[in-house]
Antibody, heavy 122, light 107 residues
């Protein structure tokens, strides 16, 4: 079965760029009708959708983050990545990657990584 | 962005109880609604999508209903493993948005 694993630095300095990678195992990132998403959750708070990518490279971003976010995919490595620029303490959160599966209509987040904590601090 | 509002924000119940959580969308979303369960320190888990379709492997004591702006998640007979936080999420439009969560606690 498909599994997702986030990786990247756990500590990022303010104003720098947060970079995370999600490695997909147990299946090809290019197979099936799937998008690949990023979601984050500040400690003790709710979930915020960051954006998603299709293996063609087509993306959708949350407008609240759009000017700072880039999501990319590397099908040869079975990975997709998140870059968030000009970070501040407000970007401190657990970051999850997830598979966005085409459902009856629309897409739903059916497989999630375990999450990785990113702290923005000098 | 579509605002999703859950009620209550927290709920105390006992094993064996029937509980209902409500989710309201700020505008109509047809049936483009999913429910997730999250336990402390864990990733969310998809329970229900299309408002009422049970994800594979999810126990039948979970059910969902609603369309348009008002939705409910019902757990018919609470088990110990059901104590968690529940989130609704709309996938009708971008950005995808979640409710603030409902924490289900043991009474």
């Amino acid at each position: 079965q498909v599994q997702l694993q986030e990786s990247g630095p756990g500590l990022v300095k303010p104003s720098q760029t947060l970079s995370l990678t999600c490695t997909v195992s147990g299946g090809s990132i290019s197979s099936g009708s799937y998008y690949w998403s990023w979601i984050r959750q500040p400690a003790g708070k709710g979930l915020e959708w960051i954006g998603r990518i299709y293996t063609s490279g087509s993306t959708n971003y949350n407008p609240s983050l759009k000017s700072r976010v880039t999501i990319s995919v590397d099908t040869s490595k079975n990975q997709f990545s998140l870059k968030l620029s000009s970070v501040t303490a407000a970007d401190t959160a657990v970051y999850y990657c997830a598979r966005d599966k085409v459902a009856v209509a629309g897409t739903v987040l059916d497989v999630w990584g375990k999450g990785t904590t990113v702290t923005v601090s000098s | 962005a579509i605002r999703m509002t859950q009620s209550p924000s927290s709920l105390s119940a006992s094993t064996g109880d029937r509980v209902t959580i409500t989710c309201r969308a700020s505008q109509g979303i047809s049936s483009y609604l999913a429910w997730y369960q999250q336990k402390p320190g864990k990733a969310p888990k998809l329970l229900i999508y299309a408002a009422s379709t049970l994800q594979s492997g999810v126990p039948s004591r979970f059910s969902g209903s609603g369309s348009g702006t008002d939705f409910t998640l019902t757990i018919s007979c609470l088990q110990s493993e059901d104590f968690a936080t529940y989130y609704c999420q709309q996938y009708y439009s971008y950005p995808r948005t979640f409710g603030q969560g409902t924490k289900l606690e043991i009474k």
